[in-house]
Every structure is written in C-alpha cells, then in structure tokens.
C-alpha cells in the first residue's frame, strides 16, 4: 500500500502557482519524498525528490517540513501542460516505487 | 525516450494467447521494472530486477513471466493465466537508489 496521502484533485489558474501537498506521517529516516507526474496516456515523469532539505529544480520546488511528516510541490507558474495526475512516493531508493492514485491536477485557462 | 523504449505501442491479441511486450534501456541501468494499470487507478508492480538472471515478483505477479538474460533487455509474457491481461503495461529503468525513468507503455487489449 502507498504510504502517502494525496487530495484526489485539484484546480488551478494558468499562470498562478499549483501547490500540491502530501502527508507521509509513516516516512522512515532513510526514506526520500519523491515527486512523479503522468500525463494522459503517457509514461510517469520524474519532477524532483528531497530527503529533509527544501529542494529547487528547473520544474518545481519541494517543500518538506521540518518532522518530514508532510511536503508540497510547487509548480510556480502553472500552465496547461501541467495538467496532469501528480503522485508522490516515500521510497529508500532500494526498493521499488509503490503508487498511489495521486492527485489530478487540471489548469485552467 | 528517456533511454527506455517499450514496443509496440498498442498490441491486440486474442484470449488464451501469450503475449510478450519488449522492454529496452541503453543506459545500462542495473535495475528494471514492470508495472501494470488499468484506468483511473495507480501503477501496481508486476515483476522488478536488480542484476542480471535474477528478478522478484511484485504485488501481481500472477499470470505473467519474465526474464533478465541482458542487462538492456526485460521482456514481460502475459500468459493466458492471466484473467484480465487488458491493460497499460508500463516499464521503468533506474540506477541504484536514484530515480525511475518509464518508458511510454504498450496498451495491450484482449479480445
């Protein structure tokens, strides 16, 4: 079973910030957060993954917090080709990626 | 592609006919998987391998077979022991403890 809990959907406005949170209360100290995101009927994209540290990449910011018992991705200007279903995943990195439903993000225009 | 290729992209077959889907990294990633899913609903694992000529089954493994003879190959069989092989069937590359890269799927549908 996943081992996060995720909103099943949300909405945002193109141009506005998308924050997508999770709650991992169960996260071990070797366990990593870890952000995917699959649009419609492709493969799912890596976007970013953090351990305790706030991390910044060229798609998104994470945010974990300081009892790592919860993060939010940040997509900071959302447009309609974020659109899609975003999971995130408590993973050791020694094992396999364990999927829960996620959560359906639609950007609207 | 990420260096993964999956083929075919959509695969008919009839019931009661195995079906074997090709997987294919060229980044010579250790590990490989195989996962399944069906609409609106997450990735379940199917089988994974970590090194060459050994693999482990995954949540549903039944009804399906692999194989690991090449570290740049992981073809999955869907037997006709599976009872609903209709399908997204998704496989993924990654190097030890970093992330996955997936392929683009192969949608197989059983008639």
């Known amino acids: 079973d996943a081992k996060t809990t995720q909103p099943p959907s949300m909405d945002c406005a193109e141009g506005r910030a998308a924050n997508l949170p999770c709650n991992h209360s169960?996260?071990?100290?070797?366990?990593?957060v870890y952000w995917y995101r699959q649009i419609h009927s492709q493969g799912p994209q890596y976007i970013i993954h953090?351990?305790?540290n706030n991390e910044t990449n060229e798609m998104a910011s994470l945010i974990i917090t300081e009892d790592r018992k919860s993060s939010t991705l940040i997509l900071p200007h959302a447009t309609l080709r974020d659109t899609a279903v975003y999971y995130c995943?408590?993973?050791?990195?020694?094992?396999?990626?364990?999927f829960g439903k996620g959560t359906r993000l639609s950007v609207i225009a | 592609d990420g260096g993964i290729t999956q083929s075919p992209k959509y695969l008919f077959r009839k019931e009661g006919q195995n079906v074997t889907l090709s997987c294919e990294q060229n980044?010579?990633?250790?590990?490989m998987y195989w996962y399944r899913q069906d609409p609106g609903q997450g990735l379940r694992l199917i089988y994974y391998?970590?090194?060459?000529?050994?693999?482990q089954k995954g949540d549903i493994a039944e009804g399906y077979s692999v194989s690991r003879e090449k570290k740049e190959s992981f073809p999955l069989t869907v037997t006709s022991a599976q009872k609903n092989p209709t399908a997204y069937y998704l496989c993924?590359?990654?190097?030890?403890?970093?992330?996955?890269?997936f392929g683009q799927g192969t949608r197989l549908t059983v008639v």
């Open positions: 995943i408590v993973n050791s990195g020694n094992t396999p990626l364990v």
């Open positions: 169960t996260i071990s100290g070797n366990e990593y």
């Open positions: 391998s970590q090194i060459v000529n050994d693999f």
């Open positions: 980044l010579n990633h250790d590990a």
């Open positions: 953090g351990l305790k």
């Open positions: 993924a590359r990654s190097r030890t403890r970093d992330k996955a890269f």
